[in-house]
């Protein structure tokens, strides 16, 4: 099955730096990659999505990046503010069989003010 | 639009009881329809997933089972929990067609077992 790792687990920066999460998968039938923004003690929320067929994707402050080849994609968040404070996670699916998204182990970013 | 329901938001039971919670949605039909567990500052595992009525699929081996009475209720049941059951039960859906890859979570049960 796929297994989705990710990194750092925890990340700090100041306000108004970047901040960068990096996910792997291993399924290389997996095409459709989310990611999820959990507050404390909330039911996580989608924040971006990539499909396999798009190397790149950007919303106002947070981009998604896809490399099919290394099998890897990554989560950016240009100038940072401490409400992005909060645990991320990037997940992986694939559109045939069970569709469920497998996901990574989260990363905790803190935006020091 | 689609909203997703889950009761109770919280739950705190003895070692050995019974339990059930509840998933509904509504605005969509025929939804894939999953129950996810978050153990405290863990990642989401998936625990059982539903492409339709009475049809079940369980992901990890374990006391908990589920069912799926109706095409937008789903059950997650336990006939005697276990200490290792407490958590935050995600319920999440997603439509049946070839481009809805997006999952949208419930706002979560949790489960503390004493």
Redesign the interface.
Known sequence: GENVEQHPSTLSVQEGDSAVIKCTYSDSASN?F?WYKQEL??????II?I?SNVGEKKDQRIAVTLNKTAKHFSLHITETQPEDSAVY?CAA?R?TG?????????TRLQVQP | SQTIHQWPATLVQPVGSPLSLECTVEGTSNP?L?WYRQAAG???Q?LF?S?GIGQI?S?VPQNLSASRPQDRQFILSSKKLLLSDSGFY?C?W?GPG?NT????????T?LTVL
């Open positions: 459709y989310p003690g909330k039911r996580p929320q989608l999505d499909r996670f699916s559109d069970r569709r469920a998204l497998t996901f990574g182990s989260g | 894939n999953y863990r990642g989401l998936l997933y492409v699929s992901e995600l999440a997603r070839a890859d997006t999952q949208y979570f419930g706002p979560g949790r």
